[in-house]
């Protein structure tokens, strides 16, 4: 087995038509139509049936995808394992959300430019879901997401996740509410059941947060606006648009009053995620290391005030 028609599995396995992952790879469809056939030859079973206009992965297609994604991690950890006390060159690309670019990555940029000047890192802002696309599109080395502790990310057996550091998370209202601080989170919820609800406009894990607590507290949030800023979520506050989830420690606006959530507690986790076989690569596993140490020594950093 070619470990390029093994990778032409995968992205089929992952985009579901054979012109996507023609795109992605830079090559015909024709040509990956091809080397699937070859592929099916050489494991002697169908790999792909038809499905309309399209075609999908039979069973035995779909077991050794599983069994592909393992193989070209292990051929890419070996690759990387010839060198891997070399210094950390090249460009390492990161994918991640404001607040972990902004306050933990910028900082050590500043470092690395003077102790390893030939490693240059390239940021784009994304949001989790963004970011991990991009990952397994092999458009980012490393994703810097988060997820909350009411609403688990679901594991990638392609991926390591190794964890940084947590906030907490409390509930931002108007500052005249009749509210007991700090008080039960489902009776803080309940308080505010007629209210409307503001939510995150590029991720939907704060609405599954307010959801979830919701229903405990007994009923349905009536979900209504959505803001990337959280600045922007407490200007919202102020002029009585609704509530919404804010991190604990921000400074905020004078109309608004964040309230702590005291049980359950909503509790973000914020996380490097990077591609199996790719781990022990210099820049990654440098830069992976410096945000571990960075962030590990406060046990709760409150999130700055823009941006998630």
Same mark, same amino acid.
């Given at each position: 087995?070619?470990?390029?028609?093994?990778?032409?599995?995968?992205?089929?396995?992952?985009?579901?038509?054979?012109?996507?992952?023609? @795109?992605?790879?830079?090559?015909?469809?024709?040509?990956v139509?091809?080397?699937?056939?070859?592929?099916?030859?050489?494991?002697?079973?169908?790999?792909?049936?038809p499905?309309?206009?399209? !075609?999908?992965?039979?069973?035995?297609?779909?077991?050794?995808?599983?069994?592909?994604?393992?193989?070209?991690?292990?051929? @890419?950890?070996?690759?990387?394992?010839?060198? #891997?006390?070399?210094?950390?060159?090249?460009?390492?690309?990161?994918?991640?959300?404001?607040?972990?670019?902004?306050?933990?990555?910028?900082?050590?940029?500043?470092?690395?430019?003077?102790?390893?000047?030939?490693?240059?890192?390239?940021?784009? @802002?994304?949001?989790?879901?963004?970011?991990?696309?991009?990952?397994?599109?092999?458009?980012?080395?490393?994703?810097?997401?988060?997820?909350?502790?009411l609403a688990?990310?679901?594991?990638?057996?392609?991926?390591?996740?190794?964890?940084?550091?947590?906030?907490?998370?409390?509930?931002?209202? #108007?500052?005249?509410?009749? !509210?007991?601080?700090?008080?039960?989170?489902?009776?803080?919820?309940?308080?505010?059941?007629?209210?409307?609800?503001?939510?995150n406009?590029?991720?939907?894990?704060?609405?599954?947060?307010?959801?979830?607590?919701?229903?405990?507290?007994?009923?349905? #949030?009536?979900?209504?606006?959505?803001?990337?800023?959280?600045?922007?979520?407490?200007?919202?506050?102020?002029?009585?648009?609704?509530?919404?989830?804010?991190?604990?420690?921000?400074?905020?606006?004078?109309?608004?009053?964040?309230?702590?959530?005291?049980?359950?507690?909503?509790?973000?986790?914020?996380?490097? !995620?990077?591609?199996?076989?790719?781990l022990?690569? #210099?820049?990654?596993?440098?830069?992976?290391?410096?945000?571990?140490?960075?962030?590990?020594?406060?046990?709760?950093?409150?999130?700055?005030?823009?941006?998630?």
């Amino acid at each position: 087995m070619e470990t390029r028609r093994l990778r032409l599995l995968v992205e089929l396995s992952r985009l579901g038509s054979m012109r996507a992952v023609a @795109e992605a790879v830079g090559t015909t469809t024709s040509t990956v139509s091809q080397q699937l056939t070859v592929l099916a030859r050489e494991m002697g079973t169908a790999l792909i049936e038809p499905d309309g206009r399209r !075609v999908r992965l039979t069973p035995a297609g779909r077991r050794l995808a599983e069994h592909a994604t393992a193989i070209l991690a292990a051929v @890419e950890s070996a690759r990387l394992d010839l060198a #891997p006390d070399s210094e950390p060159s090249g460009t390492l690309r990161v994918a991640g959300f404001a607040t972990a670019i902004r306050a933990h990555l910028l900082p050590l940029i500043t470092d690395l430019a003077e102790t390893h000047p030939g490693l240059h890192i390239l940021i784009r @802002e994304h949001e989790p879901a963004e970011a991990l696309e991009l990952l397994a599109a092999d458009g980012a080395d490393l994703a810097l997401t988060y997820d909350y502790n009411l609403a688990p990310s679901d594991p990638d057996p392609a991926l390591h996740s190794t964890a940084l550091w947590t906030a907490s998370w409390g509930l931002g209202v #108007p500052a005249h509410a009749d !509210v007991t601080d700090p008080a039960d989170t489902l009776d803080v919820f309940a308080r505010f059941r007629t209210q409307d609800w503001i939510v995150n406009s590029r991720n939907t894990a704060d609405e599954t947060v307010i959801r979830t607590l919701a229903s405990m507290a007994g009923f349905t #949030p009536r979900i209504t606006h959505q803001a990337d800023s959280l600045d922007l979520v407490q200007g919202m506050i102020t002029v009585g648009l609704g509530v919404g989830l804010l991190p604990i420690g921000i400074p905020t606006f004078p109309d608004v009053r964040l309230v702590p959530l005291t049980g359950p507690r909503v509790t973000l986790r914020a996380h490097a !995620v990077a591609r199996h076989g790719r781990l022990a690569w #210099p820049p990654l596993a440098l830069v992976t290391d410096l945000l571990v140490q960075r962030t590990a020594a406060p046990a709760d950093v409150a999130a700055p005030d823009v941006g998630h």
